[in-house]
T-cell receptor, first 115, second 114 residues
Framework: DTAVSQTPKYLVTQMGNDKSIKCEQN?????MYWYKQDSKKFLKIMFS???????INETVPNRFSPKSPDKAHLNLHINSLELGDSAVYFC??????????????FGQGTRLTVV | AQSVSQHNHHVILSEAASLELGCNYS??????LFWYVQYPGQHLQLLLK??????LVKGIKGFEAEFIKSKFSFNLRKPSVQWSDTAEYFC????????????FGSGTRLQVQP
């Protein structure tokens, strides 16, 4: 069983479209994250939810909106896609994520290409 | 804000060579330290982690890392690399204040030649 699963794995779309990426974890963790990996492989936190509550909201355009229907799911919706949004988006989860001494488990990533 | 530096951006080694990848962080308080590996086209996998205790930690696939607090370093080592170790390696830190998400270094691409 995949611990953290994301869908889709690849997403190619045109500028201006709206798209969503879904993430589910079956580890029973209470904290979930979205990270963005750019073309230079640099990973940066975007959002974090703890028990469905938003606890981290980095400086990302408000075209990006996370939604957590329950502890096991954290979806990322992106409006009006731009070329610069092309990247690999990783979902992750951890237990007691707001605390220390916990590790994060990552999904396989979603490669978003905006054309 | 804390930061993580990985000084080696691209390392090329022959099989059986020894590996050491540098990682330095900037934060004076309590830290959790991690090394993740990303094989081509795959997700991030945890290689090893340091929370507290013995500063020499052993991970999977024969990797180890040493936490040197005075140097703010957490270098990754492997005595003898294999072709299958070809991957991107990321150092990450979590600190005891603020938002407590992982802060990643820029990554080191390791290429092992057979």
């Amino acid at each position: 069983d995949t611990a953290v699963s994301q869908t889709p794995k690849y997403l190619v779309t045109q500028m201006g479209n709206d798209k969503s990426i879904k993430c589910e974890q079956n580890l029973g963790h209470d904290t979930m994250y979205w990270y963005k990996q750019d073309s230079k492989k640099f990973l940066k936190i975007m959002f974090s939810y703890n028990n469905k509550e938003l606890i981290i909201n980095e400086t990302v355009p408000n075209r990006f909106s996370p939604k957590s229907p329950d502890k096991a799911h954290l979806n990322l919706h992106i409006n009006s896609l731009e070329l610069g949004d092309s990247a690999v988006y990783f979902c992750a989860s951890s237990q007691r994520g707001a605390g220390m001494n916990t590790e994060a488990f990552f999904g396989q990533g979603t490669r978003l290409t905006v054309v | 804000a804390q930061s993580v530096s990985q000084h080696n951006h691209h390392v090329i080694l022959s099989e059986a060579a020894s590996l050491e990848l540098g990682c330095n962080y900037s934060y004076g308080g309590t830290v959790n330290l991690f090394w993740y590996v990303q094989y081509p086209g795959q997700h991030l996998q945890l290689l090893l982690k340091y929370f507290s205790g013995d500063p020499l930690v052993k991970g999977i696939k024969g990797f180890e890392a040493e936490f040197i607090k005075s140097k703010f370093s957490f270098n990754l080592r492997k005595p003898s690399v294999q072709w299958s170790d070809t991957a991107e390696y990321f150092c990450a830190v979590k600190v005891d204040t603020g938002r407590r998400a992982l802060t990643f270094g820029s990554g080191t691409r390791l290429q092992v030649q057979p």
